[in-house]
């Protein structure tokens, strides 16, 4: 049974830090590649960043770039987002999503509320 459980989320002031962590169960965790994703309610899911297989590459939206810092560890199964300086916009649910194009499977979490505000 594939699994991916996200953790870490809570409310945080303006200007602080989260570090949300997923953890992958029942794929070859490894192969995929990792991303995290945020969703407001009444708006698209927006793609946060995304981490390669090997970890070897990462992207970030715009938006984050310079206060958000993904890694993993596939030993642990594991990817994990630091999120600095949090502002009130990065308030969403956030979403851990594993992608493999070779096998063109695609895993969600279940998500974690994330909440920015004084």
């Known amino acids: 049974q594939v699994q991916l459980v996200e953790s870490g989320g809570g409310l945080v002031q303006p200007g602080g830090s989260l570090r949300l962590s997923c953890v992958g169960s029942g794929f070859i965790f490894r192969n995929y590649d990792m991303s995290w994703y945020r969703q407001v309610p009444g708006k698209e899911r927006e793609l946060v960043a995304t981490i390669t297989s090997a970890g070897g590459r990462i992207n970030y939206a715009d938006s984050v770039k310079d206060r958000f810092s993904m890694s993993r560890d596939n030993a642990k199964n594991t990817v994990l987002l630091q999120m600095n300086s949090l502002k009130p916009e990065d308030t969403a649910v956030y979403y851990c999503?594993?992608?493999?194009?070779?096998?063109?499977?695609?895993?969600w979490g279940q998500g974690t509320q994330v909440t920015v505000s004084s």
């Open positions: 999503n594993a992608y493999s194009d070779v096998v063109d499977l695609i895993y």
